[in-house]
């Protein structure tokens, strides 16, 4: 039973980051992909329904966390803990610059949300970076933390690259006259494991990126730019797997009791599969096929 629950934890934490790491990704370079306001606004609607069901990844994340690792989420909640508060702050930040962006009309209130997104989205690919290469490296490795905020950066910056021109494979701006005058447009500036696990760790890790991978292709259903999609998923949930694979013994030790593990089994396992289901229809629902003309959105 501890190993059934060590494997959907894996796969729920490469899931956010195969997943949740493209909407990531996007927003850390949506002053660089949508140069101008109806270009945002295309690029914004279009990622917009994948937002709340790549979200979902990391509530399931934390659920498994405290259920069934309560020892582990205590030490590594206290270990991390400047870097949760970054995580959490970084999400606010980024959820508040999508949900508020279109509450108001005009270019400089829907600028400064689109600043938020990035910046926001820039916390969280930083902020997690730092966390895994944290919990990989030990406390003391301050150098190795920058290293992995910078590595984890860039691999989500090329799934959100990878999964912009999945989505819109026309580019996100519309086709208007080039007489536009990008001055009035007041955002076109960038923002700026130990080898400890065995065959268990390893099998982890092949697993849930298996499963992930699988989920991706379902759900792209093949066409313009969906292998490339799912080879910068895998890109960007690499880090996670192997901190996984590596950390597997360790949340062994670390397991709830077997009863505990029963009762959550008879709660929760009889969902999972629904969760990837809904994972499979939003994106074959919500794909290339209809994001070009995906507005006006709620974000």
């Not at 108001?104 to 600043?115: I, P, Q, V």
């Not at 990008?182 to 500036?189: F, G, I, L, N």
């Not at 292998?227 to 950390?247: I, N, Y």
């Amino acid at each position: 039973m501890d190993i059934l629950w060590s494997a959907l934890f894996a796969v729920l934490l490469v899931g956010y980051f195969a997943f949740e790491g493209a909407n990531i990704g996007l927003g850390m370079l949506l002053p660089v992909l949508g140069r101008t306001r109806d270009g945002r606004d295309r690029l914004v609607a279009a990622m917009a329904p994948f937002v709340l069901a790549g979200e979902v990844w990391l509530v399931a994340v934390a659920g498994v966390l405290f259920g069934v690792y309560p020892r582990a989420e205590g030490e590594v909640l206290f270990a991390l803990y400047p870097l949760v508060v970054c995580l959490l702050v970084s999400w606010i930040v980024r959820d508040a610059g999508l949900w508020f962006r279109r509450r108001l009309d005009g270019s400089a209130w829907r600028a400064g949300w689109d600043r938020m997104i990035c910046l926001g989205s820039w916390g969280l690919a930083l902020s997690w970076g730092a966390a895994l290469a944290w919990l990989a490296a030990g406390p003391s490795a301050v150098p190795a933390a920058l290293a992995g905020a910078a590595a984890l950066a860039a691999a989500l910056a090329f799934h959100g690259r990878s999964f912009a021109a999945w989505l819109l494979p026309a580019g996100p701006e519309p086709a208007v006259s080039p007489a536009a005058d990008p001055a009035a447009d007041p955002v076109t500036a960038p923002a700026a494991g130990t080898a400890t696990g065995a065959g268990a760790g390893a099998a982890t890790g092949i697993g849930a990126g298996t499963v992930t991978g699988t989920v991706i292709r379902r759900g792209t259903g093949g066409g313009r730019g969906a292998r490339a999609l799912a080879v910068s998923a895998c890109v960007a949930a690499a880090p996670a797997a192997a901190l996984l694979a590596g950390a597997a013994p360790w949340l062994l030790e670390h397991t709830a009791p077997v009863d505990t593990l029963n009762v959550l089994s008879l709660m929760i396992l009889p969902f999972a599969p629904v969760m990837v289901g809904a994972q499979v229809w939003v994106w074959r629902t919500f794909g290339p096929r209809g994001a070009a003309d995906r507005s006006p959105s709620f974000f």
